[in-house]
């Protein structure tokens, strides 16, 4: 059985300053959006849209803004409010861990919305460009939980190859959730998405495959996940994390519904 490497949190320090291991996990997600973002410029029917590389460098600025702030309140508001507002200097303590992807997410269409309306560009196109780049994001940020030992698993059979045991939790094996979400929510859907996307498609229909895309996978890992907290709808109990996937996998059939209507661009 493992035994989770409980690695220390701070990957080095210069002087004073501590760099953490969570914040590079972020530093590489983003160096990744604008490596993949300078190939997707590229493909010809993107070229033809007429994005630029200063396009990326702009974008990402917002992006940044739009991930942290989204993410963090998103953190706040739909997992631990309770602990948050009666701890408010903690909502800026980023550093320790602790931000919602379905936060980030509204963050992005927010501060996407901010630069089209500056650029010109029109919300859906820019959603539809970005999406191909933003699942390795997603699984650079829960490598980044992984170390900081956060989102352990639920309990696993102690056969499992991989059940692991997290040392801050107890003694019992887990799923390794964090993996499982790099590696289904993140890794496995930014090949679909890439490998969709290198061809022309209807408009929204990109955003559609990773809203329903996202959604349905996240669904599904988060039965391996110990949830934040559960809800119950006529006696069907979920996570929160698989009730904020609801309406993604809901926006993406509408927005491929809509898609396909229309002709390819």
Known sequence: MLIHPM??????SIGPLAVRWY????LLAFAQFIALGRVRIKQPHIAAAGWKNTDLDDM????????????????????????????PLEIFAVWKGGMSFHGGFLGVMVAMA???RKTGHELMNIMDFIAPMVPLGYAAGRIGN????ELPGRIADAS??????WPNVDNLP??????????????????ILWLYARKPRPRLAVSGVFALGYGCARFFTEYFRIPD???SFAGVTISAGQMLSLPMIVLGIVLLIVAYRKPVR
């Not at 914040?23 to 972020?26: A, D, N, P, Q, S």
């Not at 887990?174 to 090949?191: C, E, K, N, T, W």
């Open 114 to 116: 901010i630069w089209g």
């Open 23 to 26: 914040g590079l996990m972020y």
């Open 174 to 191: 887990r799923h390794p959730s964090p993996i499982y979400q790099a590696l289904i929510d993140g890794v496995l859907l930014f090949i």
């Open 229 to 231: 907290y559960e809800v």
């Open 160 to 165: 499992l190859p991989w059940a692991m045991i």
């Open 7 to 12: 690695p220390d949190p701070i990957a080095f």
């Open 146 to 149: 992984f170390i900081n030992a």
């Open 60 to 87: 990402l600025f917002y992006g940044v803004l739009g991930v942290v702030i989204g993410g963090r309140l998103g953190e706040v508001l739909f997992y631990n409010p309770a602990f948050y507002f009666s701890h």
